[in-house]
């Protein structure tokens, strides 16, 4: 049975390919596709055209033409930059250079890539452009009515790694926290998300990363980056 569901959930993310613009379902390494079946793990969004999507879309408005310059800048750069270098400047080191954490946090973006994949598909959610094409907006091409609205992949790549960085660097959770909200608030002031699209990101990141640390051979590697930390000065004991 749990075989079958998951194929199940892989069909319907590949049915989805197309018309939505995208990209082909990601694959679980550690997690398995059963526990992330998006009616069970999220609630659906507003319903097109009901009083909820639309008061979403007039906040997103009124945040956009709110917002500093400067702010909006840094939300266009951060929508360009979709790794756990994100954290980069709030800690004050460069990830990259750490390997075995590199290599952690990686795994961690994927496995949680792997879940938002299952519910864009899902719950297939136009995006605040689509709806609204006078939306100022960081898409590249923003062609017809991009489906793939909620979750979002940016914010649970910041919620999800975040939720691990938090553990593997003692200390700095405040931090590491306030940087995910404000890499996820990226996604709005860019026009891409309304804000329960980061809402079911936050739930959905965190649930992959507490399934990720309580499973075996994921810890043993996070273990391994804490100890590289460690040496490092990076991380406490």
């Known amino acids: ?39 069970a793990v999220l609630p ?14 007039a906040q997103l408005r009124t945040l956009i ?32 250079k750490y390997p075995l954490t590199w290599a952690l946090l990686r795994d961690v973006q994927a496995e949680a890539e792997a879940a938002v994949s299952l519910s864009k598909a899902y719950f297939h959610r136009t995006r605040p452009y689509g709806i609204d094409p006078t939306l100022p907006n960081c898409a590249k091409k923003p062609i017809g009515k991009p489906a793939t609205s ?17 553990r593997l ?11 995910a909200a404000d890499y996820a608030m990226s996604r709005e002031l860019c026009g891409v998300h309304f804000a329960s699209d980061l809402d079911a990101s936050h739930a959905l990141g965190t649930l992959v990363a507490s399934a990720l640390l309580a499973n075996p051979a994921f810890r043993a590697k996070f273990e391994a980056a804490h100890a590289e930390l460690l040496a490092a000065h990076v991380a406490g004991a």
Request: glycine share 10%.
């Open 65 to 96: 033409a709110a917002a500093p310059v400067e702010r909006l800048a840094r939300a266009r750069f951060d929508d360009g930059n979709e790794t756990p270098a994100l954290f980069d400047r709030t800690l004050g080191v460069e990830l990259e």
């Open 1 to 39: 049975m749990q075989k079958l569901l998951g194929s199940t959930l892989a069909v319907l993310a590949l049915g989805m390919i197309g018309s939505a613009g995208m990209a082909a379902p990601h694959a679980f390494h550690y997690l398995a596709a059963p526990d992330f079946a998006p009616s």
């Open 44 to 57: 659906a969004p507003p319903a097109p055209g009901s009083v909820q999507e639309q008061s979403e879309l």
């Open 150 to 166: 909620y979750p979002s992949g940016h914010a649970i790549l910041g919620y999800s790694t975040g939720f691990v960085l938090a």
């Open 169 to 179: 660097i003692k200390g700095r959770s405040s931090e590491i926290f306030d940087r």
